[in-house]
Nanobody
Framework: QLQLVESGGGLVQPGGSLRLSCRASGFNLNLRPIGWFRRAPGKEREGVSCISSGSRTTTNYADSVKGRFTISRDNAQSTVTLQMNSLKAEDTAVYYC??????????????????WGQGTQVTVSS
């Protein structure tokens, strides 16, 4: 069965940090562009960050998280992580990772991805 699994969510105070991880089962995460998305209550899904695949990876970030979030790959562990620092209340959402069906290529922050995880809750509150 092909699936993505997110982990690392939780409750954190404003200004704190969390590290989200995305792992795949049934397919190779290393070969596909990966995106992180989030959906806050009452809001539409938003692209947060993405990372391309291939010999030279590139990354993209939403303006709302630039300078605070960092996406990276660990090909040895076949994971993609989203390091989130200086968290704000408005970062509260369910966070999802997604992978393309096509191998290699650039990534986009629009939800044109084929595989999706179930999501992990991030709550930023004092």
């Amino acid at each position: 069965q092909l699936q993505l699994v997110e982990s690392g969510g939780g409750l954190v105070q404003p200004g704190g940090s969390l590290r989200l991880s995305c792992r795949a089962s049934g397919f190779n995460l290393n070969l596909r562009p990966i995106g992180w998305f989030r959906r806050a209550p009452g809001k539409e899904r938003e692209g947060v960050s993405c990372i391309s695949s291939g010999s030279r990876t590139t990354t993209n970030y939403a303006d709302s998280v630039k300078g605070r979030f960092t996406i990276s790959r660990d090909n040895a562990q076949s994971t993609v992580t989203l390091q989130m620092n200086s968290l704000k209340a408005e970062d509260t959402a369910v966070y999802y990772c997604a992978a393309t069906e096509k191998l290699f290529g650039q990534c986009v922050l629009s939800p044109n991805y084929y595989y999706w995880g179930q999501g992990t809750q991030v709550t930023v509150s004092s």
